[in-house]
């Protein structure tokens, strides 16, 4: 049996309340369990939310997906929170849609389209909030989902993101009897390829403990204003010049470096249609492929050691011998992409100089992220540390 989504608010809560691999994950079950376990009664999460979260959205030509998206984040239970939307110019019918909601949200509209990350970090610097939940229009939120990651904000210091369990879900927004896994965190392998965790996997258990990831998908990633402000680059908290794709992969890696950790909390549940993945790049629009070589090269040139690359150099430059080969003989398309490269790489290098002047993190802590299989580590491997600073802070 399906359900259509936000056609009937009433039916829309009730199947996330009955649905018994959602409603395993209440508010207090991941995140509050795990907090008093280790601190008893040093604190009340009640107590901590009530930081303020702007939600950043990017739209495009997207009126088949913004009026759910948008519906989804009103229905929210946390707050304060505020919407800042930044429309690239689109001309489907999505700037209509916009207006109507003008009196609950804030919207910017461009004259053009400049691109995901561009329009993102205007969206971002509009905002003052403590927290940016930056959301992909194609994704539609739980009602807790907000909650349930501002829940865990305070477990940890340096966690300067997180994120949720994202579920698949199609085109028609109907949520399936058997729902596959979307996202459950970003993670590399020693290719320095980056993909999600439990991507197109069952939702069957797995993935649903509260650990350590690399980073967070973009479709769906609480930032902390403190670690955007840290990790940016002026007001670019993305990177202009990637314009579209892999920016989420490279603020993770730049995250790491600066020594901010990401937190995966399984209990905000989203859904959201992945309409770009490897398997269909056939599919996607030759300019967009572009942009994804020009990235994964971008992203090496700004962030990749010296000790890394010794330890992952044959991976590495085979993937990188087969992305130059196949964009010779399969996808002449995307060799535009390499002058592109040449052109932003003085700005990419600068960038770099910055982060490497400020590195916290060496070689031997990040080398254990770049994993054939998903990784992530435990929270309780920062529990007792947390803990004391908890401890010393309510005596």
Same mark, same amino acid.
């Given at each position: 049996?399906?359900?259509?989504?936000?056609?009937?608010?009433?039916?829309?809560?009730?199947?996330?309340?009955?649905?018994?691999?959602?409603?395993?994950?209440?508010?207090?079950?991941?995140?509050?369990?795990?907090?008093?376990?280790?601190?008893?009664?040093?604190?009340?999460?009640?107590?901590?939310?009530?930081?303020?979260?702007?939600?950043?959205?990017?739209?495009?030509?997207?009126?088949?997906?913004?009026?759910?998206?948008?519906?989804?984040?009103?229905?929210? !239970? =946390?707050?304060? @929170? %505020?919407? #800042?939307?930044?429309?690239? $110019?689109?001309?489907?019918?999505? +700037?209509?849609?916009?207006?109507?909601?003008?009196?609950?949200?804030?919207?910017?509209?461009?004259?053009?389209?400049?691109?995901?990350?561009?329009?993102?970090?205007?969206?971002?610097?509009?905002?003052?909030?403590?927290?940016?939940?930056?959301?992909?229009?194609?994704?539609?939120?739980?009602?807790?989902?907000?909650?349930?990651?501002?829940?865990?904000?305070?477990?940890?210091?340096?966690?300067?993101?997180?994120?949720?369990?994202?579920?698949?879900?199609?085109?028609?927004?109907?949520?399936?009897?058997?729902?596959?896994?979307?996202?459950?965190?970003?993670?590399?392998?020693?290719?320095?390829?980056?993909?999600?965790?439990?991507?197109?996997?069952?939702?069957?258990? !797995? =993935?649903?403990? @509260? %650990?350590? #990831?690399?980073?967070?998908? $973009?479709?769906?990633?609480?930032? +902390?204003?403190?670690?955007?402000?840290?990790?940016?680059?002026?007001?670019?908290?993305?990177?202009?010049?990637?314009?579209?794709?892999?920016?989420?992969?490279?603020?993770?890696?730049?995250?790491?470096?600066?020594?901010?950790?990401?937190?995966?909390?399984?209990?905000?549940?989203?859904?959201?249609?992945?309409?770009?993945?490897?398997?269909?790049?056939?599919?996607?629009?030759?300019?967009?492929?572009?942009?994804?070589?020009?990235?994964?090269?971008?992203?090496?040139?700004?962030?990749?050691?010296?000790?890394?690359?010794?330890?992952?150099?044959?991976?590495?430059?085979?993937?990188?011998?087969?992305?130059?080969?196949?964009?010779?003989?399969?996808?002449?398309?995307?060799?535009?992409?390499?002058?592109?490269?040449?052109?932003?790489?003085?700005?990419?290098?600068?960038?770099? +100089?910055?982060?490497?002047?400020?590195?916290?993190?060496?070689?031997?802590?990040?080398?254990?992220?770049?994993?054939?299989?998903?990784?992530?580590?435990?929270?309780?491997?920062?529990?007792?540390?947390?803990?004391?600073?908890?401890?010393?802070?309510?005596?």
């Amino acid at each position: 049996m399906y359900n259509y989504l936000l056609k009937d608010p009433t039916a829309y809560r009730l199947n996330y309340r009955c649905s018994k691999k959602i409603s395993a994950f209440s508010p207090k079950s991941v995140v509050e369990s795990w907090w008093f376990g280790v601190f008893g009664a040093a604190g009340s999460i009640g107590s901590l939310m009530n930081r303020s979260v702007c939600v950043t959205l990017v739209t495009y030509n997207t009126r088949q997906f913004i009026e759910p998206c948008l519906e989804s984040i009103l229905r929210q !239970r =946390y707050s304060p @929170l %505020e919407v #800042v939307v930044v429309d690239n $110019a689109s001309m489907d019918g999505t +700037r209509g849609i916009l207006a109507r909601y003008e009196n609950v949200i804030r919207v910017s509209y461009n004259n053009s389209n400049i691109g995901f990350a561009a329009a993102q970090n205007q969206a971002i610097a509009r905002s003052s909030s403590d927290w940016v939940l930056v959301l992909n229009p194609d994704v539609v939120l739980t009602p807790d989902f907000v909650q349930q990651l501002m829940a865990a904000t305070e477990m940890d210091a340096r966690v300067g993101t997180i994120c949720g369990r994202l579920l698949a879900i199609g085109r028609d927004l109907k949520i399936p009897d058997k729902p596959l896994i979307d996202s459950a965190g970003l993670y590399f392998t020693p290719a320095m390829r980056h993909f999600d965790r439990g991507w197109h996997e069952p939702d069957d258990g !797995r =993935y649903h403990e @509260l %650990e350590y #990831v690399f980073g967070a998908s $973009a479709a769906a990633a609480l930032y +902390r204003r403190d670690m955007i402000s840290d990790i940016s680059d002026g007001r670019n908290f993305f990177d202009p010049d990637f314009f579209a794709y892999r920016e989420d992969a490279d603020v993770a890696w730049r995250a790491q470096l600066l020594g901010w950790r990401c937190l995966y909390v399984p209990g905000a549940v989203g859904h959201h249609v992945r309409t770009v993945n490897s398997a269909n790049r056939h599919e996607v629009p030759a300019v967009l492929n572009m942009h994804s070589v020009k990235n994964r090269f971008l992203m090496r040139i700004k962030n990749m050691t010296s000790g890394l690359y010794r330890k992952f150099w044959m991976p590495t430059t085979g993937r990188d011998l087969l992305v130059l080969g196949g964009c010779l003989l399969r996808e002449p398309k995307s060799l535009p992409a390499f002058w592109h490269i040449a052109r932003c790489f003085g700005r990419s290098f600068a960038w770099r +100089r910055k982060i490497m002047r400020r590195r916290q993190v060496p070689d031997a802590g990040l080398a254990p992220w770049f994993s054939s299989q998903p990784s992530a580590q435990p929270v309780d491997k920062v529990a007792l540390e947390v803990g004391a600073t908890v401890s010393l802070c309510n005596r």
